[in-house]
């Protein structure tokens, strides 16, 4: 037996044989400008920092289905809260539509290049998948899909593109489709694109999951939800009471109510980060780069003199973290997150010191 095996004596073959999701790194040894992980610059609702711990009963169990949450989120898209999931992040809510969905007989579809963890959770729970390639510049053709297939997941705006289909496209997909689940992962949503909330209660077949974590600045909290109609939300609350009741915590759901009631600050911080984003691009082509139409809060770039690693590093090297895949397909590009005025300008000032362009 080798050292692996005998390190690995007591694993399940889940455990052997899974691939875990690479996420971000998050630098620990010295201060860098965080351009890495798609996280909010400004910070979340000034409402969610005057809330105390001594109101939330800390001594208690977090209510189970986040009733308050869900009523705030319901009543503020007129819905019922039998019509909202609310989970520990997007990440978990995603995942238990994976688990609740698809099994080997309703394979989950997707395209090669989008959010990476969604092969991670077709393998977790054993789930079949059909993957669909995107076009040579990332774009989105819904008619490549397998046509025989189980649930259609999309994140829209797409990771780690940026590209967004507009809701007709994906309206006219589900009308043709009746009997076909459509997941869309808006995570990005509030930063340009169009959302498909107005059309839960149209389409039986459309679940809609979003975050916290990135237009209200709350990843820290790990907070995520879905609308979908009830019949849809109750197959992801049996997935999620045969895992643990209590995923999100009393501080969670706290910090959600007053940030979710608080639009007025979610749409200032967007418009805010929707400016810099387009003022980053026209900066970036003068440059020299190629990229995608974004409408998250990120850039998805390439430039063609110079590789997507030798870039990475060299940024590193001058203190700014952006986001480098090692997948063949993916590596001569670059995600940036679209941070604060003053750090964009930074990041084109170190990109111009690289280049070698006197200023």
Not at 277 to 291: N, P, Q, T, V
Request: net charge negative; hydrophobic share 40%; aromatic share 12%.
């Amino acid at each position: 037996m080798s050292a692996m095996d005998s390190q690995m004596k007591f694993w399940s073959s889940s455990a052997r044989n899974a691939v875990p999701y690479t996420p971000g790194e998050q630098p620990k040894d010295r201060k860098f400008i965080k351009l890495n992980t798609n996280e909010n610059p400004y910070g979340p609702s000034p409402r969610v920092l005057q809330l105390s711990t001594q109101d939330l009963h800390m001594n208690l169990y977090p209510e189970p289905t986040a009733y308050g949450l869900r009523k705030v989120i319901a009543e503020m898209n007129s819905f019922s809260p039998e019509e909202i999931f609310v989970g520990n992040g997007s990440d978990e809510v995603l995942a238990f539509a994976f688990g609740a969905f698809g099994d080997e007989d309703h394979p989950f579809s997707f395209p090669d290049i989008t959010y990476s963890f969604y092969p991670v959770w077709s393998d977790f729970y054993h789930v079949s998948k059909q993957i669909f390639p995107l076009g040579e510049d990332f774009s989105f053709d819904l008619t490549l899909a397998p046509e025989d297939g189980g649930p259609l997941v999309i994140a829209n705006p797409n990771a780690p593109t940026g590209i967004a289909l507009p809701s007709e496209v994906l309206v006219n997909y589900l009308e043709a489709h009746p009997d076909r689940l459509m997941i869309v992962d808006e995570a990005y949503v509030d930063f340009g694109a169009e959302s498909m909330v107005p059309y839960i209660r149209k389409f039986p077949n459309l679940l809609v999951v979003q975050t916290f974590s990135k237009s209200r600045a709350l990843a820290g909290a790990r907070l995520g939800f879905a609308f979908g109609q009830a019949q849809l939300i109750e197959a992801m609350n049996r997935i999620k009471d045969s895992f643990n009741s209590y995923t999100v915590s009393a501080f969670s759901q706290a910090a959600g109510i007053v940030s979710y009631q608080d639009s007025d600050y979610l749409a200032e911080t967007s418009s805010r980060i929707i400016a810099t984003r387009e003022r980053a691009k026209a900066a970036l082509k003068e440059l020299g780069f190629a990229m995608t139409d974004s409408m998250a809060n990120f850039l998805w770039v390439t430039h063609p003199q110079e590789s997507g690693q030798f870039l990475y590093e060299a940024l590193r090297e001058r203190g700014i973290l952006v986001r480098h895949f090692s997948n063949p397909a993916l590596t001569e590009y670059l995600r940036i997150t679209v941070g604060t005025d003053d750090e964009m300008d930074e990041l084109i000032c170190q990109l111009k010191n690289i280049r070698g362009i006197n200023q």
